[in-house]
């Protein structure tokens, strides 16, 4: 069964940058759309970015829109979210997200259209 291993978080303090990546068991890249999703204390779940089945597209929540960067690998395994100008409300749980889909993301960062999660990543922006 596909597994996602989240790696990268850490501390940072605000306006600093930090790349996480997430590693799948299997060479998934071109057959499943992964999306990013963080989770602060007391917090629904939040949707922050997706990337489409080959890297055919990518989608970004407002909140993060021109900071953050979703890539993929070229071993076609991971998944990377580059984050930069990090402010202290980014501090979450982050967790990567997969379902097999087509080269475009859906409409919307929903976490109820994805089925296979990481543990997921601590960051923590602050001085």
């Known amino acids: 069964q596909l597994q996602l291993v989240e790696s990268g978080g850490g501390l940072v303090q605000p306006g600093g940058s930090l790349r996480l990546s997430c590693a799948a068991s299997?060479?998934?890249?071109?057959?499943?759309?992964i999306g990013w999703f963080r989770q602060a204390p007391g917090k629904e779940r939040e949707g922050i970015s997706c990337?489409?089945?080959?890297?055919?597209?990518?989608n970004y929540a407002d909140s993060v829109k021109g900071r953050f960067t979703t890539v993929a690998g070229n071993d076609k395994g991971t998944v990377y979210l580059q984050m930069n100008s990090l402010k202290p409300e980014d501090t979450a749980v982050y967790y990567c997200?997969?379902?097999?889909?087509?080269?475009?993301?859906?409409?919307?960062?929903?976490?109820?259209?994805?089925?296979?999660w990481g543990q997921g990543t601590q960051v923590t922006v602050s001085t």
């Open positions: 997200a997969a379902f097999q889909g087509g080269s475009r993301c859906p409409n919307g960062l929903r976490p109820d259209d994805y089925y296979i």
């Open positions: 299997e060479f998934i890249l071109d057959y499943y759309v």
């Open positions: 990337i489409g089945a080959s890297g055919g597209s990518t």
